[in-house]
T-cell receptor, first 116, second 111 residues
Framework: EPEVTQTPSHQVTQMGQEVILRCVPI?????FYWYRQILGQKVEFLVS????????KSEIFDDQFSVERPDGSNFTLKIRSTKLEDSAMYFC??????????????FGSGTRLTVV | GEDVEQSLFLSVREGDSSVINCTYT??????LYWYKQEPGAGLQLLTY?????DMKQDQRLTVLLNKKDKHLSLRIADTQTGDSAIYFC???????????FGKGTSLLVTP
């Protein structure tokens, strides 16, 4: 069964450093997403990406965050200057996004980001 | 933003049925989902239902939707210890749009 792959599974970084979280979505999917889950809290939407541009973003997704699809397979989330409160599990997801035939998202297993 | 509410904990005995409930406030919710998260793992889509449906059954899983009351439930028949996990209700207004998650219901299945 096709899956969304995320690397690394765990990243530790110092406050103020830049991090790039990587994802390989399912190859025929058109929509790509990043979500995060702070420990013990709900899963929160960050951003969606379609046709090489951001289609929707939440209030959390401020200027510190950016996304990129640098080639035909990878989808990255960059946090420019990490803060302690950025510590969370970051989930990448992709979906076919076909109107009227939605099978939900496929999520990756997540990258646990720890900012120290 | 619109709210999705779930009870936080549910404990059942192995072999019993589990019913996990969810309420949502966004009347334009079109797609409703149940996801399962096992410890340390990602989110696994269990099932989904469109807002024009009342019920959907998939093996041991039954989803009921009361659109008037904005109430969604997930029934797991013959619950097994492997069903112990956190179950998230989520909604979106359109395919491809952001998912709005509840806080998750932690299901504990005891032998």
């Amino acid at each position: 069964e096709p899956e969304v792959t995320q690397t690394p599974s765990h990243q530790v970084t110092q406050m103020g450093q830049e991090v790039i979280l990587r994802c390989v979505p399912i190859s025929n999917h058109l929509y790509f997403y990043w979500y995060r889950q702070i420990l013990g809290q709900k899963v929160e939407f960050l951003v969606s990406f379609y046709n090489n541009e951001i289609s929707e973003k939440s209030e959390i997704f401020d200027d510190q965050f950016s996304v990129e699809r640098p080639d035909g397979s990878n989808f990255t989330l960059k946090i420019r200057s990490t803060k302690l409160e950025d510590s969370a599990m970051y989930f990448c997801a992709s979906s076919e996004g076909n109107r009227g035939r939605d099978y939900g998202y496929t999520f990756g297993s997540g990258t646990r980001l720890t900012v120290v | 933003g619109e709210d999705v509410e779930q009870s936080l904990f549910l404990s059942v005995r192995e072999g019993d049925s589990s019913v996990i409930n969810c309420t949502y406030t966004d009347s334009s919710s079109t797609y409703l989902y149940w996801y399962k998260q096992e410890p340390g793992a990602g989110l696994q889509l269990l099932t989904y239902i469109f807002s024009n449906m009342d019920m959907k059954q998939d093996q041991r899983l039954t989803v009921l939707l009361n659109k008037k009351d904005k109430h969604l439930s997930l029934r797991i028949a013959d619950t097994q210890t492997g069903d112990s996990a956190i179950y998230f209700c989520a909604e979106s207004i359109h395919s491809g749009y952001a998912l709005n998650f509840g806080k998750g219901t932690s299901l504990l299945v005891t032998p």
